[in-house]
Nanobody
Framework: QVQLVESGGGLVQAGGSLRLSCADP????????MGWFRQTPGKEREFVGG???????????DSVKGRFTVSRDTVENTKNTMYLQMNSLKPEDTAVYYC??????????????????WGQGTQVTVSS
């Protein structure tokens, strides 16, 4: 079964930091782009950031640029984990965060429909 597993969510005060992880236990997505989305009740999933399969290129939404950093630790046939380092958190960052993987392109990765493979989500709550 294709699987992505998020971890690292929790409760943090405004101005604090959290790091989310997205593990690919089967190393299925080592040569796929990976990305982070977030969702609040009643709203569509919003693109947060993405990274190319090489790890050389990263992309961010304007709402998190300069505060969040996407990275990945990929060793072919050994491991593939993506991270989201979130700094200077704000209450409006509160959401369920999902990781995704697919062979998306820089022009399409901002759209939820461009990603076929998703994790189960992890809750991030930022208190004021």
């Amino acid at each position: 079964q294709v699987q992505l597993v998020e971890s690292g969510g929790g409760l943090v005060q405004a101005g604090g930091s959290l790091r989310l992880s997205c593990a690919d236990p089967g190393r299925t997505f080592s040569r796929y782009a990976m990305g982070w989305f977030r969702q609040t009740p009643g709203k569509e999933r919003e693109f947060v950031g993405g990274i190319s399969w090489t790890g050389n290129s990263t992309y961010y939404s304007d709402s998190v640029k300069g505060r969040f950093t996407v990275s990945r630790d990929t060793v072919e046939n050994t491991k593939n984990t993506m991270y989201l380092q979130m700094n200077s958190l704000k209450p409006e960052d509160t959401a369920v965060y999902y990781c995704a993987a697919d062979k998306t392109t820089p022009s399409t990765m901002f759209h939820q429909s461009a990603w076929r493979y998703w994790g189960q989500g992890t809750q991030v709550t930022v208190s004021s």
